[in-house]
């Protein structure tokens, strides 16, 4: 599990330092957490094979990254084409989000389907996958229609724990809640994805 270590790395100043801290650091805990999900979406969707990617930050050459992620999709060889889940960790808080990113193949279609879907209270909403902010669950249907109509905009939506959260007492908790999470992003996800 992540720990306050792992958000400590986002002080660690220029690029090469904070990669080597995120691959010592945080790229362990996404494997193993990776693992864990993957069983749980081969268990719930047999008859879909997912993948994990762990973003390995390659075309960066200058700015250390503020954030960082691992992917699960149906794709072999990349997840942005597609809708995908998403876990990553910014300077203050982790996130487990169902994301639409960087104009994704059937993206107009997501934002179709996603018109009959209403999150769970607890959701937050986040606009852009580049920013930390992040918005309650009731500007979902904004962000939806957004989504529709702009080509170049995004929609991540999922639960976040706080940094402070993560002091070594509450890794089963958080871990069942990220059980959890992934069980209301499931069908959610296979709306979209549904031929």
């Known amino acids: 599990m992540f720990n306050q270590k792992s958000f400590e790395v986002f002080d660690c100043e220029g690029l090469e330092a904070r990669m080597e801290k995120i691959r010592s650091e945080i790229q362990p805990v996404f494997q193993a957490l990776g693992e864990k ?100 669950s009731q500007v979902f249907s904004d962000v939806v229609n957004r989504l529709e109509k702009v080509k170049k905009s995004e929609l991540e939506c999922g639960r976040i724990w706080k940094a402070e959260r993560f002091d070594g007492k509450n890794d089963e908790r958080i871990f069942s809640e990220m059980l959890k999470t992934m069980a209301d992003l499931l069908p959610i996800y296979d709306i979209l994805m549904k031929e």
Do not use: C
Not at 89 to 116: C, G, M, T
């Open 37 to 136: 999900f993957l069983e749980f979406l081969n268990h719930n969707s047999p008859e879909t094979t997912f993948y994990l990617h762990i973003a390995q930050h390659r075309r960066r050459t200058t700015h250390a990254p503020e954030n960082t992620w691992s992917a699960i999709s149906t794709q072999k060889r990349g997840y942005k084409m597609e809708a995908h889940f998403q876990l990553g960790i910014w300077h203050s808080y982790v996130f487990l989000y169902l994301s639409l990113i960087d104009q994704p193949k059937n993206q107009e279609n997501y934002a179709k389907r996603l018109k009959q879907v209403s999150l769970p209270e607890n959701f937050v909403v986040s606009k852009d996958h580049t920013q930390e902010a992040y918005f309650p």
